[in-house]
């Protein structure tokens, strides 16, 4: 990746960057002349002076993501040009690694298996309570959970739907507040999962009353940073965040201090902005939780 | 831990192991004398020895944990005594980890998250299939799923009832070889749960056709290594085991050899024979798998 495709008559002429790391700009901009279409992903920035490069021989220009923040869409559009992403792809596939992390965050994973790399689990005498954390489903004690999603598609409702057998009871979610509020599906949606109730809410409402919040809304500007101190602070104490989007909608250095500091219980991210270069000392690679 | 209630007339008499320590057994067998009640953990034995120590006035013994195997019940029995145990305390404890292990020893998430520990992160680039691994979830390529429960009660029930939104489609199982088939019952949580079958199995069988296998019966002598070469040669190469059971079910050396040269995906364990003696150089920490 990125393909070149440039078709001449019936046959397809397919320029290809076959290198492990990310495509070189220069290359790309070199290469783009002629194109009919181009496949990126998202490490590569599609923007006018790419889309200039190409010319006008541009029909296509599809990226192998669910998220397209790093294309330049009101240019593709000026351009008539049509704009493919994969969608449906890894639905199941972030949905898993979702639950995964929510999971972990709650049992402390990170840090009792690093004792057990360090060689250090024979220091610890079982004892009940021992490397017990925040149990991620409901029980006799606690009746009640209420998942928070930022953001609500495909991949928060495949999210949800494997929520329900937790004992989950309740979902909150926020969206682009451009869009339309959907009153109707989202009661529909809550009784097929058999939950006691779906609702959009500000996100200082889903701050303050989930058991977990999941990130999972698209990345670029206008979410940057949204999970922030602010956010962070009106959490529960006992609540775990999980980020399976991007790295870019959560303020690392809060998350950090809010770690540190205890104001939630943990933390479970498949992102984290700046990636990969998260080196041993970076603030949230510190964070046992 | 452990209690030792001495009931004279109407006042409860406590003698308490309060140490983080598990329970000296010379402390156990000096203070049981007159005890009506023993209240234990799995780490105290409870054999005739203590039995006859306690006496005559001993009425009840209870375990705090599910299994029982560190108990000589037939002694027990014997003395007509009361026998006392914890089941339904960790079933969904148990299940969350049960759901958790088998995402992580698919998503190679010891690997991935020792490489991020490490700070060896940017010396990764992002490409599609990075990292990637197993997925748990049934797949529009792959559309049926099986787990396998060695054991099915409460917890592999609970476990089982949780894997139906990430698409599993079929549940074998093994149980004791004395106790009755059940294939009522086992059609009607099928349909319950909406899954296409619910099968008693051999164990053979149950290795070669389940996507998952997961460890969850009694600890103890009968248990003892179901899980050893034999059976790990006939699972399927991708997929996955995971024990939250007790490790003694578990042939250690037979896993890690099982890891290391690929006979299965990956383990995700909650328990290891020995616990908790195991250091870095144990075989089973050294896979990374």
């Not at 010319?55 to 240019?75: C, F, N, P, Q, W």
């Not at 929510?102 to 402390?108: C, D, E, P, S």
């Not at 309570?129 to 009746?143: E, I, K, N, P």
Request: aromatic content about 6%; charged content about 25%.
């Amino acid at each position: 990746m990125p393909l070149l495709l440039n078709r001449e008559k019936q046959d397809l002429d397919v320029i290809l960057w076959d290198k492990e790391t990310p495509c070189d700009r220069e290359w790309l901009l070199k290469n783009a002349p002629g194109a009919s279409a181009l496949i990126v992903l998202v490490t590569d920035k599609v923007d006018a002076e790419l889309l200039d490069a190409a010319g006008s021989k541009l029909r296509v220009v599809s990226t192998m993501s669910v998220g397209y923040e790093h294309i330049d869409a009101k240019e593709v559009a000026k351009r008539n040009l049509k704009l493919g992403y994969t969608p449906d792809v890894l639905t199941d596939a972030v949905a898993d690694i979702s639950i995964m992390l929510a999971l972990m965050a709650g049992r402390n994973a990170r840090e009792t298996m690093t004792i057990v790399n360090d060689g250090r689990w024979p220091e610890y005498n079982w004892s009940p309570f021992l490397f017990c954390g925040r149990q991620l489903s409901a029980s006799r004690s606690s009746t009640t959970r209420t998942a928070g999603f930022i953001g609500f598609g495909r991949i928060a409702q495949a999210t949800l739907a494997r929520l329900v057998p937790f004992g989950f009871t309740h979902c909150l979610y926020t969206s682009n507040p451009s869009s339309k509020p959907k009153p109707t599906r989202d009661s529909q949606l809550a009784s097929t999962l058999r939950l006691q109730s779906i609702k959009r809410v500000d996100l200082a409402t889903l701050a303050e009353e989930s058991d977990v919040v999941f990130v999972l809304a698209p990345g670029g500007d206008e979410t940057r940073n949204l999970v922030d101190v602010e956010f962070l602070r009106k959490m529960k104490k006992r609540a775990v965040l999980v980020n399976t989007s991007r790295g870019t909608l959560v303020d690392s250095d809060a998350l950090a201090t809010a770690l540190r500091e205890g104001w939630i219980w943990g933390a479970g991210l498949d992102v984290v902005a700046g990636e990969p270069k998260i080196a041993a000392d970076h603030p949230l690679v510190k964070e046992p939780k």
